[in-house]
């Protein structure tokens, strides 16, 4: 099977560096097939070179990664588009996601790149799937359900979501829906949630002065005690440690 193709876009070129060697693309299931730095000049390659997927610096000179990405849609680029986000930018990374880019990574990428990348690569296989054999493919409909599904999660996360909800609202069967977290990111529905919701209060505690209990509220935690449990079990400190040795 031919890899999927990937365009890199950054207006530092030491980044452009750094997400070309951050994984082995070619073992992943892709292939870089262009770098740039200027967002103008890659508008024009994404719409002669129709890559699968872009990852894009969301704070560029011009044009943000967001105003390119939304060019490139209205002039009809299929791309998987992922904005690439430093902490002061994760509000427009959210918008992101609203406006439908298929997700966001925050610097430093390299936890995030080969899971996000397992998810692109279902993706796109359903795509092709369905290219080659148009009539009713089952499990390239559950795996486009699947990543509706964690899109939804990944900008709700702070709202009381249950996996039965969320499979009743994407037309998955729960059990499936389970099977697909476990298959695609190697871990559970929780565990994914709850990973998520961490990062963001990391981000909050450390980089804002908003009230700690109100941190607990925003990322989806009804009990502050549990909050504090949980801050502790992942970063080894409860949340007042964590912000005091900011």
């Known amino acids: 099977m031919e890899p999927y193709t990937v ?3 950054d207006d530092e070129p030491w980044a452009l560096v750094y997400l070309e060697r951050i994984t082995d693309w070619g073992a992943q299931g ?3 097939i262009g770098t740039e730095e200027s967002p103008a000049a890659a508008l ?8 699968d997927v872009v990852l894009v610096d969301i704070n560029m000179p011009g044009m943000s990664g967001l105003e390119l990405a939304r060019r490139a849609k209205e002039g009809g680029a299929e791309s998987v588009f992922v904005v690439v986000s430093g902490y002061a930018e994760f509000a427009c990374a959210r918008e992101g996601l609203a406006l439908g880019l298929f997700d966001y990574l925050l610097k430093p990428v390299e936890e995030e790149i080969i899971k996000l990348l397992t998810r692109i690569r279902e993706v796109l296989a359903g795509q092709r799937d369905e290219e080659v054999a148009p009539e009713y493919d089952g499990a390239a409909y559950a795996n486009q359900n699947f990543s509706e599904l964690l899109r ?3 900008g709700h996360f702070g709202e009381k979501l249950t996996l039965k909800s969320l499979t009743d609202r994407f ?6 829906g389970s099977l697909l977290f476990s298959k695609n990111l190697g871990t559970s529905f929780s565990e994914y949630l709850l990973s998520i919701r961490m990062k963001e209060a990391r981000r909050l505690i450390c980089f804002t002065n908003m009230p700690i209990k109100e941190i607990a509220a925003t990322c989806g935690f009804d009990d502050y005690f549990y909050f504090n449990k949980v801050c502790k079990r992942y970063f080894g400190k409860p ?4 912000r005091a040795d900011r």
């Open 7 to 9: 365009m890199l876009v």
């Open 30 to 32: 892709f292939s870089v």
């Open 44 to 51: 024009e390659k994404i719409t002669l070179l129709r890559p």
């Open 152 to 154: 939804y999660v990944n």
């Open 171 to 176: 037309h998955l069967n729960a059990n499936y």
């Open 239 to 242: 949340p007042a440690t964590l």
